[in-house]
Nanobody, 113 residues
Framework: QVQLVESGGGLVQPGGSLRLSCAAS????????MAWYRQAPGKQRELVAQ???????TYADSVKGRFTISRDNAKNTVYLQMNNLKPEDTAVYYC???????WGQGTQVTVSS
């Protein structure tokens, strides 16, 4: 059974940084395309970033140049480095494995002064 556990969320001031982690079990992520999504209150869940098995990456336009997705296959973990955070980045962030149709429980990110 695939299990994804996100961590690293919290409260940060505008302009600040956070690094989210997604620790996977039940699969070896080296064989999987991985993604981060987010869902703000009253809005639909949206794709933030994704990374292929060959570490090619794509980003939502709203986070390009500020967020970086990466993977450590040895640690079976995917990361999302978020810099220059803005209030509109406030959301619950979820890790997702498309081929396994598996979601994590989410981690709250709040950007506020």
């Amino acid at each position: 059974q695939v299990q994804l556990v996100e961590s690293g969320g919290g409260l940060v001031q505008p302009g600040g940084s956070l690094r989210l982690s997604c620790a996977a079990s039940g699969i070896s992520i080296r064989f999987y395309f991985m993604a981060w999504y987010r869902q703000a209150p009253g809005k639909q869940r949206e794709l933030v970033a994704q990374i292929t098995t060959t570490t090619s990456t794509t980003y939502a336009d709203s986070v390009k140049g500020r967020f970086t997705i990466s993977r450590d296959n040895a640690k079976n973990t995917v990361y999302l480095q978020m810099n220059n955070l803005k209030p509109e980045d406030t959301a619950v962030y979820y890790c997702y494995v498309p081929l396994a149709s598996s979601w994590g429980q989410g981690t709250q990110v709040t950007v506020s002064s």
